[in-house]
């Protein structure tokens, strides 16, 4: 059962990148015509391009989902080589270097995320933010105290900020 438990955020990172991946490819619409009296699919065309100066305002959610999988498969990662690299070790030691790992491969994350989105860059990280820590509900599960979740909040908000920040050197705002 413990395989399990070291297995479920890897589980659910991968569930949601597989989803986000298929969300965002839905890149295309359909137009419907009505023909004699019927709604009849015209075409699947792309969806078009808009105006080199608007800035999008919709919420990708595949992109959403996506990035939080692959936050979550970098620190599930990290915390796997970290387990490996400490074998025989007590996990009180391990702790602090589980936990740093998480915020650096976390920071990571963010910067992919913020870089892969750079029109509405915070908003989107704000949302994989929330679902990183919505979806870390599993820790607590998993014998984790409340508080400590609780206290994942400003960890993650932190290193959404700081990832974000350096997403700039990768991808400008457009």
Do not use: C
């Amino acid at each position: 059962m413990e395989q399990f438990y070291a297995l479920l955020p890897v589980i659910i990172g991968g569930v949601f990148t597989v989803v986000g991946a298929l969300l965002s490819r839905q890149s295309a619409h359909v137009r419907v015509e009505l023909v004699d009296g019927k709604l009849v699919q015209a075409a699947s065309l792309p969806l078009p391009m808009p105006p080199p100066l608007a800035r999008p305002t919709g919420i990708r959610w595949g992109a959403v989902a996506l990035d939080t999988g692959i936050i979550m498969l970098l620190t599930a990662l990290g915390g796997f080589i970290v387990g490996l690299a400490s074998m025989g070790k007590p996990m009180e030691e391990m702790l602090p270097i589980i936990g740093l790992s998480n915020i650096i491969l976390a920071t990571v994350g963010f910067t992919i995320a913020g870089a892969r989105n750079p029109q509405n860059r915070w908003l989107h990280v704000l949302l994989v933010g929330v679902a990183l820590w919505l979806t870390s509900v599993h820790n607590v599960l998993l014998g984790m105290d409340i508080s400590g979740w609780f206290f994942a909040i400003p960890v993650i908000a932190v290193t959404a900020a700081i990832g974000t920040g350096i997403s700039y050197l990768f991808a400008r705002s457009r």
